[in-house]
């Protein structure tokens, strides 16, 4: 796990991020069953956020760097990984 919030728009910003960074990434949370829906339904589930453990370390660094550069950021690279 590299990255749990309570905010649904806030994991799949950071998912995307992610992904454009190369990881492939797994989005759950604890409250709904697994395979019914990938994020909560709700602001009070907290979405949980998972590599591969072997890549979690640098995970973490991209979410850092990118904590760093400002929300922009994050939202840029959400974007090119939808293109």
């Known amino acids: 796990m590299v990255f749990t919030t309570n ?3 806030e994991a799949l910003v950071v998912k995307g991020l ?3 960074s190369g990881f492939q990434v797994a989005m759950s949370t ?10 909560s339904s709700s602001d009070l589930g907290q979405v949980r956020l998972t590599v591969r453990a072997e890549q ?3 995970a973490r660094r991209v979410i850092e760097e990118s904590e760093e550069q ?3 950021a ?5 974007r090119q990984s939808e293109g």
């Open 70 to 72: 400002g929300p922009q």
């Open 7 to 9: 905010d649904d728009s």
């Open 18 to 20: 992610l992904e454009a």
């Open 74 to 78: 994050a939202e840029e690279a959400e």
């Open 30 to 39: 604890p409250e709904a069953p697994i395979g019914v829906f990938p994020i």
């Open 56 to 58: 979690a370390e640098e």
